[in-house]
């Protein structure tokens, strides 16, 4: 090969990596607090649970209760990319922690942006559906 074909194959490597770099993030890892009744009465352990249980199912996460203040929640997409998360939780916050993954090119505390976005939304319907409980 000459010159110039290694350097137009450099160039694309080169931008491959940009590329590649560019879909990964750092690890969100929400911690949100647990919303309080209105007549000042905190959630139990047991509803802050179900909840949580009920929120990652309707995300299409798949929920395991560990212990008292932990559920384990996993999700596949598309047969190919899996993302395992703990929930810790107590009468006052609750934290969704990364702990394992497939197919998202986690490295060194980076992880591809979808994972970040699945994250988001579960929090998101956590938020939401202990705001409905709170109501009640």
């Given at each position: 090969?000459?010159?110039?074909?290694?350097?137009?194959?450099?160039?694309?490597?080169?931008?491959?990596?940009?590329?590649?770099?560019?879909?990964?993030?750092?690890?969100?890892?929400?911690?949100?607090?647990i919303p309080v009744k209105t007549n000042v009465q905190a959630l139990t352990l047991?509803?802050?649970?179900?909840?949580?249980?009920?929120?990652?199912?309707?995300?299409?996460?798949?929920?395991?209760?560990?212990?008292?203040?932990?559920?384990?929640?996993?999700?596949?997409?598309?047969?190919?990319?899996k993302a395992l998360v703990n929930i810790h939780f107590d009468e006052q916050h609750?934290t969704i922690e990364y702990a394992d993954s497939e197919g998202l090119d986690y490295?060194?505390?980076?992880?591809?942006?979808?994972?970040?976005?699945?994250?988001?939304?579960?929090?998101?319907?956590?938020?939401?559906?202990?705001?409905?409980?709170?109501?009640?």
């Open positions: 090969m000459s010159y110039k074909y290694w350097r137009i194959f450099a160039t694309f490597l080169l931008a491959l990596g940009l590329m590649a770099a560019c879909s990964t993030q750092p690890v969100n890892n929400p911690s949100n607090l047991g509803e802050i649970n179900t909840t949580i249980v009920d929120a990652c199912r309707s995300r299409g996460w798949v929920p395991t209760a560990i212990n008292q203040g932990i559920v384990q929640c996993n999700i596949t997409v598309r047969g190919r990319h609750y490295r060194l505390g980076k992880i591809h942006r979808n994972y970040n976005k699945w994250v988001i939304l579960l929090g998101k319907e956590i938020d939401t559906e202990l705001n409905q409980l709170v109501l009640r």
